[in-house]
């Protein structure tokens, strides 16, 4: 019988990939990591603070949101785990990025917070489509990515349907 040891599965080698190719696809994991969790914590805020005609309904999507985001937070950072990597998944590394934007934390209008996890929605899928097309060499990163845009997709087409 063969055992493997903890050390020999940490340091096995990860595909073909040259290790400096690696650290780019960490990194932009890392990053879209971020914008997973901003979406995560940002449909939360949401769905805590939502009022008016469509409270029921988007209270409920927007948890169902919450949860989606975490899982693909959780995706992803595993991948950063499978590559070898670490994860930087927490509220300060979310903060310290300039590009996302602050969410509207005092908003209570139902419109303006479907409006606001929309787009966060509509942002992330963007984001991870411009990191799926530079991973043709790393497919499995790639199919990730395309799994969580499916996903970000179709909750970001399920908020337009509630401001239509």
């Excluded at 990053?31 to 409920?60: E, I």
Aim: hydrophobic share 45%; aromatic share 6%.
């Amino acid at each position: 019988m063969n055992v493997v040891t903890k050390t020999e599965i940490l340091t096995a080698p990860v595909g073909a990939l040259a290790a400096g190719r690696r650290a780019e696809i960490i990194a932009e994991l890392n990053t879209n990591l971020a914008y997973l969790t901003d979406l995560h914590v940002s449909a939360k805020q949401a769905h805590w603070n939502v009022h008016g005609p469509n409270f029921v309904g988007l209270h409920g999507l927007f948890d169902t949101i919450t949860f989606a985001a975490r899982d693909y937070a959780d995706l992803v950072a595993e991948r950063v785990l499978a590559l070898r990597g670490t994860a930087h998944g927490t509220i300060a590394d979310v903060a310290s990025m300039e590009e996302i934007r602050p969410f509207p934390t005092d908003e209570h209008g139902w419109e303006e917070l479907t409006r606001a996890v929309r787009d966060r929605l509509i942002t992330a899928a963007e984001r991870m489509r411009l990191s799926a097309t530079s991973t043709d060499d790393e497919q499995v990163t790639q199919d990730i990515y395309i799994e969580v845009i499916r996903g970000l997709e179709k909750w970001a087409w399920m908020l337009e349907a509630h401001l239509s």
